[in-house]
């Protein structure tokens, strides 16, 4: 079945060349303005997205997004990686933004001097749906949106690491990596993680993968088994860390991911591709996870017979709890999830809108756990839905099994105990079904219904039909074998899905294909043929030939321009206000080009030796302003505005970052640069990058080589202002 592809909100908007154009959601549409064209623009999740014909005379671009309703001094210049070459157009992704109306402007310098510009019409941004286990109360930490805030921003000092084909082995990241802040730099994304795992540097971080980057690309950052490790130091350590592709075609090919003892961690947004074994494994003590919106395809064949389509697409065992895993596309998995291997204490996973796509079972297969499944699309499953054994229990609401054979299984009663055998030779488990849309199911038997495909039966059944999401399952109907009732634990606990979160059946499918998987639909497509696939569990030689053959047409990465500050917009109507001006995506901290925000152009100002005005392209912060917000710099540290004031450059600076033991700000230098410190009389010396130099008249003056660099204290200082040029 073709993804459906839909967004709303459109809005009418006039340029001052008489061009009036129409964008909705992830639809395209033409923008012409002083030889730029821009063909295509969208919103998504939490992001938005314009693609542009290359200019001919253009020596490279630069691209920005600001609120619909704010105004054009409010553009944010997006970090560098986040603009592509793909073989006949440009793209750019403004992503971590929270929901609600924004324009994108593109800007290209041309190499004969001057710039070409235009301005998409309002794109809307939507936010993911944080339902689920990972987002309870009763939660560890209560969410699981790793490095981002559940508005969809990033947090606050977020380190964002941009991880592409060509920068897998060698990218660098500044690491904490002792109880007294000790930095070492960690290289490559494997190393970088392995120093994560020590457990001193929780700074939520969001490591963004750009294009194709296959397990060559990852030479020497898998483990043997060919796997991303993402570890914490004991069962539920919290990282704060999102996993996450940019834009449609961000794909893991050949290589999968081990979580383990983590606590708040987010993958979302990946194609995953060929993976060894397991595609996303949460083995072990992890927590609050939230594994969404990714496209999930075929593994590498595994030595069993039931392998050939590789093992677990998203497993999780061995304590792992408060999972939620959501709006994922399932391309024709053999197994889609495995919940539970040798627990024996209760646990918790949802999953919601997950689109089966011609999948073949476990979806999920559940030992002990409560699991609450509701408002997914079994679209034509050759085997299994959902089952349980061990004494699990299941609520599965709101679903739509579409010539899913047995729709439900419990081990060795009702259907399982018929005909070919059993699906499980463990201890039964129950399910609660209420409200679920079930056609061309094989069997069914209910406790307590005659709606199935066979009378009710008390004692040996596949679940118990409610008639309210919100009765209690009587204790008198129990599992066959093992005698465990239902614990009705969705009445008992916070699930994190409230009613009105749950969708009406009868919208379910058209909800799930249209918002399943990446952004925009993904770049890989496929149609299954209903009248062989849904009853076939063979592995499908086309798909998977399709699969081996794939490859992203990313060109390159980055937008080859220098930072700065937009040219003046052409003029247009106004638009109408909607809601946040987004938060800035923020901290390049170890790619090889940075980014910065725009230039201030009204910052305020310090007064210390006199100094001429930041170059255009400079990296400045302003503490008065931004507090420890920013786009180019991580800032970790304590603010105050009881420091006094100090006048630079005609600004008058009033709130300074604290020079203290904890202090540390962080950021990476395109070229040769030169950093400049602005303090008040307090101080003497300042570290950077381990190297004390002198604090002369409330300035410091650091020449820099190209790189990542990291300020530290040498003595008690009140920093007011900095500038990187």
């Known amino acids: 079945m073709n993804r459906i592809v839909a967004k709303v909100t459109s809005i009418v908007l006039l340029f001052s060349l008489g061009l009036t154009l129409l964008f909705s959601g992830w639809g395209t549409a033409v923008v012409h303005a002083a030889g730029l064209t821009v063909t295509g623009s969208g ?20 691209v920005f997004v600001k609120a619909a309703s704010a105004a054009d001094s409010q553009y944010q210049q997006l970090p560098n990686e986040l603009i592509r070459k793909y073989a006949p157009y440009w793209r750019a992704d403004a992503v971590g933004l929270a929901a609600g109306s924004y324009v994108m402007k593109v800007e290209a310098a041309l190499s004969g001097g001057g710039t070409a510009s235009a301005v998409t019409g309002t794109l809307a941004a939507a936010p993911y749906d944080r339902s689920g286990f990972a987002f309870s109360t009763a939660s560890p930490y209560g969410t699981g949106s790793g490095a981002y805030n559940d508005n969809g921003t990033l ?11 060509q920068n897998a082995q060698t990218v660098t990241l500044p690491v904490v990596v002792s109880s007294s802040g000790t930095v070492q730099t960690g290289v490559g994304l494997g190393g970088i993680l392995t120093l994560r795992q ?32 993402l570890k914490g130091k004991t069962n539920y350590t919290e990282m704060n860390i999102t996993l996450e592709g940019i834009g449609k075609d961000a794909t893991a090919y050949g290589w999968g991911m081990l979580l383990r003892y983590t606590g708040n961690v987010e993958v979302r947004n990946l194609g995953v591709m060929l993976f060894p074994d397991d595609g996303i494994s949460m083995d072990t003590g992890n927590a609050n996870v939230w594994v969404h919106n990714n496209d999930i395809f075929y593994g590498s064949a595994g030595s069993d017979a039931d392998q050939v389509k590789g093992d677990g697409s998203t497993d999780l065992k061995k304590g792992s709890t408060y ?42 297969r559940i030992r002990v756990a409560s699991v609450h499944v509701y408002n997914n ?8 839905g959902v089952g349980v054994t061990t004494g699990a229990s299941a609520f599965v609401e709101g679903n739509v ?31 609660k079904a209420y409200n679920n849309s079930i056609t061309g199911a094989a069997s069914l038997i209910y406790a307590n219904s005659n709606s199935g495909t066979a009378p009710a039966n008390a004692a040996s059944h596949d679940a118990y039909l409610a008639s309210s999401r919100s009765e209690a399952v009587p204790g008198s109907y129990k599992a066959l074998v093992g005698g465990t009732a239902y614990n009705n634990f969705d009445t008992l606990v916070d699930t994190g899905v409230s009613a009105a979160a749950v969708d009406n059946v009868s919208a379910v499918d058209q909800k799930v294909t249209a918002g399943a998987g990446r952004q925009g639909g993904g770049d890989f497509s496929w149609s299954f043929n209903n009248a062989v696939d849904d009853t076939s569990y063979a592995i499908n030689a086309p798909l998977m030939a399709a699969i081996r053959s794939y490859t992203s047409g990313l060109v390159s990465v980055g937008g080859n321009a220098n930072p700065g500050g937009p040219s003046p917009t052409p003029a247009a109507t106004p638009v109408p206000t909607v809601t946040p001006v987004p938060t800035a995506t923020p901290v390049p901290t170890a790619t090889p080009v940075p980014t910065a925000t725009p230039v201030p152009t009204t910052t305020p100002a310090p007064t210390a030796a006199p100094t001429s005005t930041p170059a255009q392209g400079a990296a400045v ?41 904890a202090t540390r700000i962080q950021f990476t230098a395109a070229k040769a640069s030169t950093l400049t410190l602005i303090f008040n009389s307090e101080g003497s010396k300042i570290k950077v990058d381990g190297t004390s130099y002198p604090i002369t008249n409330g300035v410091a003056t650091v020449s820099l080589a190209a790189g990542a660099h990291t300020i530290t204290k040498d003595s008690t200082a009140n920093l007011y202002y900095l500038v990187v040029e």
């Open 621 to 661: 912060h302003n503490f008065t302003v931004s507090g420890t917000s920013s786009s180019f710099f991580t800032i970790q540290g304590n603010l105050s505005t009881s420091k006094g004031t100090v006048s630079y450059n005609g600004l008058t600076l009033t709130q300074c970052l604290k020079i203290e033991s």
């Open 401 to 431: 099994f579409r010539n899913a054979r047995y729709p439900m299984l419990s081990s060795l009663q009702g259907t399982d105990a018929q005909g070919e055998g059993t699906f499980s030779g463990e201890n039964g488990g129950m399910i």
């Open 43 to 62: 919103g998504g999740n939490e992001a938005a997205y314009v693609e542009w014909s290359p200019v001919s005379n253009a020596s490279g671009y630069k």
């Open 377 to 384: 699309f079994y679209d034509g499953v050759s085997k299994y």
């Open 323 to 364: 999972i939620t895993i959501s709006y994922n596309h399932y391309f024709d998995s053999g197994k889609a999830s495995l919940v539970g291997l040798s627990e024996s204490a209760e646990f918790f996973v949802t999953f919601h809108h997950n689109w089966f796509d011609h999948s073949d079972s476990r979806h999920p």
């Open 198 to 229: 020590k457990g001193y540097d929780t700074t939520p971080l969001a490591i963004r993968f750009i294009g194709q980057v296959k397990a060559a690309d990852l030479s020497g950052q898998l483990n043997s088994s060919g796997y991303l490790e």
């Open 155 to 165: 947090k606050s000092g977020a380190q964002v690491l941009y991880v592409t084909s």
